[in-house]
């Protein structure tokens, strides 16, 4: 309801169970670059690997991790060198970057690897519970002391992210593996939709909602009902048991 433009992109690739949200910044044309450059330098990785398992990395495996997460971590790392050489180059784009967030689905469960203060919510019996942390300067306060509900709120710099996509050369990629269960629902989604809209409210239209587009139609009405401050990008994804 605020914006001129729209930093967000977003991808699913349903064909390898890859989900992606990614929320840009840097300015009105250099944000939306970088979240568009993350999306693609993904997908292109995730579509390389397919046609050739065997093909060179750009970055070793981490042996504590295997195949599939190291392949997602990967694809964000390579993400971020493109985003952060793209703007040493360009001084148009210097200092963009984006947050990202991405599900990999594979046979036994769900990979999620983020960056930013993009999140991951799971949906499972009525409950809803966030699966990322954001790495932001008001999550840092709050882990180092406590603040009281009106000190979060009336938090000066709410929108101070401490890591991201294109801030340096390389990055820390935050992952977790989940064991889904039958109709679990996963929603990724931009700060614009966990900002406006609680975890409660959340709970309440995705549990509400007939099907997923149904859902994502309403949260995102929902968020632009309580003052849709930013863009608003949502993904939503269910497991299904195997017959």
Request: glycine fraction near 8%; charged fraction near 30%; hydrophobic fraction near 40%.
């Amino acid at each position: 309801m605020k914006r001129t433009h729209n930093e967000d992109n977003f991808s699913i690739l349903e064909e390898v169970g890859l989900y992606i949200v990614a929320d840009g910044m840097g300015g009105h044309a250099s944000g939306e670059v970088a979240s568009r450059m993350a999306v693609e330098a993904m997908k292109e990785f995730f579509s390389a690997t397919a046609n050739d398992p065997e093909r060179t990395w750009p970055y070793k495996m981490d042996r504590s991790k295997g195949y599939e997460e190291n392949r997602l971590i990967t694809s964000v790392k390579l993400a971020n060198l493109r985003i952060f050489e793209s703007a040493q180059r360009d001084p148009r784009q210097r200092g963009m970057g984006t947050t990202l967030v991405s599900l990999f689905a594979v046979e036994d469960g769900v990979y999620i690897a983020h960056v930013g203060d993009s999140r991951v919510y799971r949906f499972r019996d009525g409950t809803v519970e966030l699966l990322t942390e954001d790495h932001s300067l008001l999550n840092d306060y709050i882990k180092m002391k406590r603040l009281t509900a009106d000190e979060i709120a009336n938090f000066p710099h709410k929108n101070v992210i401490v890591r991201a996509l294109g801030m340096k050369d390389t990055v820390k990629v935050d992952t977790r593996f989940e064991q889904p269960r039958a109709d679990d629902a996963y929603l990724l989604c931009s700060d614009g939709l966990s900002g406006p809209v609680s975890d409660p409210e959340m709970g309440e239209i995705v549990f509400g909602a007939s099907d997923l587009k149904t859902a994502a139609a309403r949260l995102i009405a929902r968020a632009n009902e309580n003052g849709g401050p930013d863009n608003i990008t949502v993904v939503l994804a269910r497991w299904v048991a195997s017959a």
